[in-house]
């Protein structure tokens, strides 16, 4: 049964940063490309930032230079950093794993308000 665990999430001022883990387990992780999406209220979900097995990186335009996806294959565990946050960035951040199919986690909620 595959599992992916997202924590991390919380509240932050403006500018503010946060680090988002999620934690693998039941697939092949080290061959999977692993993903954050998020889904603002009234918003569809979107890509947020992606990684593949060979650790290739992909970005929304949005979060370019603020979030950095990164991936520790020996833990399971694919991470994002979340640097100089802004009001926009709140959503829920969900954790996504792609091998021959999609998982997902449950997701983790992230606002940032002053």
């Known amino acids: 049964q595959v599992q992916l665990v997202e924590s991390g999430g919380g509240l932050v001022q403006p500018g503010g940063s946060l680090r988002l883990s999620c934690a693998a387990s039941?697939?092949?992780?080290?061959?999977?490309?692993m993903g954050w999406y998020r889904q603002a209220p009234g918003k569809q979900r979107e890509l947020v930032a992606a990684i593949t097995s060979g650790r290739s990186t992909n970005y929304a335009d949005s979060v370019k230079g603020r979030f950095t996806i990164s991936r520790d294959d020996a833990k399971n565990t694919v991470y994002l950093q979340m640097n100089s946050l802004e009001p926009e960035d709140t959503a829920v951040y969900y954790c996504?794993?792609?091998?021959?199919?999609?998982?997902w986690g449950r997701g983790t909620q992230v606002t940032i308000s002053s």
């Open positions: 996504n794993a792609r091998m021959m199919r999609d998982y």
């Open positions: 039941g697939i092949i992780f080290k061959f999977s490309t």
